[in-house]
Nanobody, 116 residues
Framework: VQFVESGGGLVQPGGSLPLSCIASGFTFTKYTICWYRQAPGQERELVALITQAPSTTYYTDSVKGRFTISRDDAKNTLYLRMNSLKPEDSSMYYC??????????WGQGTQVTVSS
């Protein structure tokens, strides 16, 4: 199992970033997939999830209305469109299955830094 996250970077407050996560080694279409984030010294936090088709989505309260999760099952790829970014969104972002069902092999993550 492998996850490869990308798309992070440095952005000013109010800016946008598109994250991607390419998954391999398991049947992507069968599972709910999640975006997580973890800042230094903090616990990993579930940010958003999307179920298998027909997909429904869930967002943690702090990102509702600003982030959009989507998936392309043909490409085994998960996306997170982040708009109206705030400094508190700065973190390392990862993808994996649902809490309690995560694969042990996490990806390297993609760093998002929101700063002026």
């Amino acid at each position: 199992v492998q996850f490869v996250e990308s798309g992070g970077g440095l952005v000013q407050p109010g800016g946008s970033l598109p994250l991607s996560c390419i998954a391999s080694g398991f049947t992507f279409t069968k599972y709910t997939i999640c975006w997580y984030r973890q800042a230094p010294g903090q616990e990993r936090e579930l940010v958003a999830l999307i179920t298998q088709a027909p997909s429904t989505t869930y967002y943690t309260d702090s990102v509702k209305g600003r982030f959009t999760i989507s998936r392309d099952d043909a490409k085994n790829t998960l996306y997170l469109r982040m708009n109206s970014l705030k400094p508190e969104d700065s973190s390392m972002y990862y993808c994996n299955r649902l809490p309690g069902w995560t694969f042990p092999s996490w990806g390297q993550g993609t760093q998002v830094t929101v700063s002026s």
